[in-house]
């Protein structure tokens, strides 16, 4: 029943092209509210996924929905999802608000929205424009724009941010934490983990066939250690003291040490209180990018369940705790 929440629900998905797994056992929710990321390596099998979500591929078995039905089943698709999957399909010749009439006439979306997306996307002063001699940034934009136009409550977004510049990703980054604050939902894939980063509020990532992980990013930071690395004039006193505090330390083969979940601020009073005198300190910070490919190859030691067989998979508290997706395409 079309419960009209916003809610994107993927269970048990899995499709199969001949002999490749594109997708395999994939589960997880996506919430409104907050825009999540969709990661993974080329060929995980993200687009496919998106594509089933969206009623683009038919799964070999499991189940997408939207608003508790699937895509097909949504009385008024176009005024519940907006989505952009590729920034190419344009005529040439037809100016953007050409575009725009034309998708509003197929959708049955009133004529008046089109130059309301076009300024949401900042394309209004090009809306009579060839979309011929559009860059790829404001091909975008028009992507965007096209989602848009029926007021959805939910945007699935694969790669949004291709193409565009550094101005233009920041607009990107702002529009869409707004568009979730007003309580609706935003599944976006991409591969700028630097920009992401800052967008978004919970992550999917998938990898050899699997979920690797499913919550919220800081929670994801916080499963790996911060390290202080610091330079000591004695370093096995200094061992000794934050052994003493509780600490682990690492040998560098720098000849610093690497102080296992503390600041350098905790370090160095602990140096204090031993009589020892540091000659570096620096705060490792563990961001997005470093943890998306210890996840991926395998080499993230913060979360218990690492590639974890077909029944598990670590996620928030409270999470779907379901497996994902893997494969190619």
């Known amino acids: 029943m079309h419960d009209g929440s916003g809610r994107i629900h993927v269970q048990g998905l899995n499709k199969t092209f001949g002999p490749v ?29 998106l594509r089933m979500i ?10 997408a929905t939207i608003n508790g039905v699937p895509f097909a089943e949504l009385p008024n698709p176009g005024g519940v999802v907006g989505a952009v999957l590729d920034a190419h399909g344009f005529h040439p010749n037809r100016t953007a608000r050409d575009h725009l009439l034309c998708y509003a006439a197929a ?14 996307v900042g394309l209004g ?56 604050a007003g309580g609706r939902t935003v599944l976006m894939s991409s591969h700028f983990l ?13 990898s050899q066939g699997r979920c690797v992980y499913d919550g919220h990013i800081e929670e994801l930071r916080a499963a ?17 003291k934050v052994q003493e505090a509780g600490f682990g330390v690492e040998h560098l083969p720098d000849g610093r040490l690497a102080v ?10 602990l140096a204090l209180e031993a009589g020892v005198a540091l000659y570096g300190m620096q705060d490792e910070r563990i961001d997005l990018e470093q943890l998306f490919f ?24 409270g999470g779907p705790g379901q497996p994902g997706d893997g494969g190619s395409v």
Not at 260 to 269: E, F, I, K, Y
Request: glycine share 10%; net charge negative.
């Open 21 to 49: 797994h594109a997708v395999q056992d994939l589960s997880f929710t996506v919430q409104p509210g907050a825009v999540t990321g969709f990661l993974g390596p080329n060929g995980a099998g993200k687009t496919t996924a």
């Open 54 to 63: 969206l009623g683009l591929v038919t799964p070999t078995s499991g189940t």
């Open 107 to 120: 959708t049955n979306v009133p004529d008046g929205q089109v130059d309301r997306a076009l300024e949401l």
């Open 125 to 180: 002063m090009a809306a009579d424009r060839r979309v011929g001699g559009f860059s790829l940034g404001m091909r975008q934009r028009l992507a965007l724009a096209t989602a848009l136009l029926g007021d959805p409550q939910v945007v699935v977004l694969d790669e949004p941010a291709n193409g565009l510049d550094p101005e233009g990703i920041a607009w990107l980054r702002g529009f869409l934490q707004a568009f979730a």
């Open 194 to 206: 630097r920009e992401i980063e800052h967008t978004v509020d919970r992550l999917v990532i998938i």
């Open 224 to 240: 790996e250690q911060s390290r202080a690395l610091v330079q000591a004039d004695s370093p096995d006193a200094l061992v000794s």
């Open 260 to 269: 296992l979940g503390a600041d350098s601020r905790t370090v160095a009073d």
């Open 294 to 317: 210890r996840l991926t190859h395998g080499q993230f030691t913060g979360l218990t369940h690492y590639a974890p067989p077909a029944s598990q998979v670590w996620a928030r508290p």
